[in-house]
């Protein structure tokens, strides 16, 4: 397996693009991905109760599992918008279907922004008509979807399965009310691979939970979010199939790429300044550990320790404390990078300086090992800072 320079696009038959439509004042904020033909689907949304228009519209369109076009706004969230928000996101996928020569119902919509605003349908409409795929800017696309990022977050990859070289490419957005089990973000993966709507469904909803279910930045889970996945099978590889060794390369090269964009996302939440990976094992239960692994990345106390590279290993085994899995208190061993800072739950002496050097890089890794069975899992998030306040105080304003 390949990382490669590219796109969203690179796989084979499709295409995107994007521009500035005007629901935001200068940045790009409309964008297409399009697949020469019906590619097989998959999707996993937001758990908030309270979802937004996009996501119903996307849900029914799903039903036939198959996609040809997915369009995306940034802005506008279209969210608690009532009846006339629900009446603008399906005329949305009309506009885009019409636009495109496709069938409404493989025509799939996003929406991410602030929540309570009505999507300006004749902005929307005038930017659709101008999405111009024979001109088309794949990387305009990643930059459209974005809203408080800083950065876009994207990565490709090859691998030859079946004698065919398959090409997957994912990109994704997402910076602040980062809280998955799923949050504000958005995330798209293209293959050109062939494999089955069902198969690809159930990869989807395994790797989310390890992969974007592990992230948090500041605890909100959102009202917009989804994951959408399209597989065109234009790579001509034959069918993959559960339980080969074609589908270990597949699972291989989705992993990469949904963990890959996860951390993306968890690295540029809102004033972030540092990724904070956390690391379990030695739990009772995969579930457990990845638990709290989650709870040590989602505390603001450990968060802010992070921010002021402060080495208060308290607050981490607080955190471990009351994720609410199994542990046995006398027997935790902790480490910051290669210092260890408890065994057999008593505390350690450190290089200071060493500690020093460690906290003042971009990627801090926290190890637990709770000592009482063989599981493990992984956890992504970021420190709290200044910035992160100043960020969600003015949002809206």
Known sequence: MQIIDGTIASPKGFQATGLHAGLKKIKKDLGVIYSEVPANAAAVYTTNQVKAAPIFVTKTALKNQTLQAIVVNSGVANACTGKIGMENAKKMQALAAAHLAVDQE???????????????????????????????????????????????????????????????????????????NMATMLAFITTDACISAQLLQT????????????????????????????????????????????????VAMFQLVSETLAKMIAKDGEGATKLIEAQVTGARDALEARLVAKKIVGSSLVKT??????????????????????????????????????????????????????LEKETIIIKVELNIGTESGKAWGCDLTYKYIEVNALYHT
């Not at 994207?154 to 994912?170: D, F, P, R, S, Y």
């Not at 592990?214 to 559960?242: H, R």
């Open 106 to 180: 493989n025509v799939a919509i996003a929406s991410t922004g602030v929540i309570g605003k009505q999507l300006p349908m004749s902005v929307i409409e005038t930017g659709i008509n101008e999405l111009d795929l024979q001109k088309a800017e794949p990387s305009a696309f990643h930059e459209a979807i974005l809203t408080t990022d800083t950065n876009t977050k994207e990565i490709v990859v090859t691998e030859k399965i079946n004698g065919q070289l398959v090409t997957m490419a994912g990109v994704a957005k997402g910076s602040g009310m980062i809280h998955p």
């Open 203 to 250: 990869l989807l909803a395994q790797k989310t939970e390890t992969t974007f279910n592990q992230i948090t930045v500041d605890g909100d889970t959102s009202t917009n979010d989804m994951v959408l996945v399209l597989a065109n099978g234009l790579a001509k590889n034959s069918v993959i199939e559960e339980n080969s060794a074609a589908y270990e390369k597949f």
């Open 305 to 358: 320790a992070i921010f002021g590279e402060d080495p208060n290993w308290g607050r981490i085994i607080c955190a471990v404390g009351y994720a609410g899995s199994q542990t046995d208190p006398e027997k935790i061993d902790m480490w910051i990078g290669n210092q260890q800072l408890l065994k057999q739950s008593q505390p350690q002496l450190f290089n200071k300086k060493i500690m020093k050097e460690t």
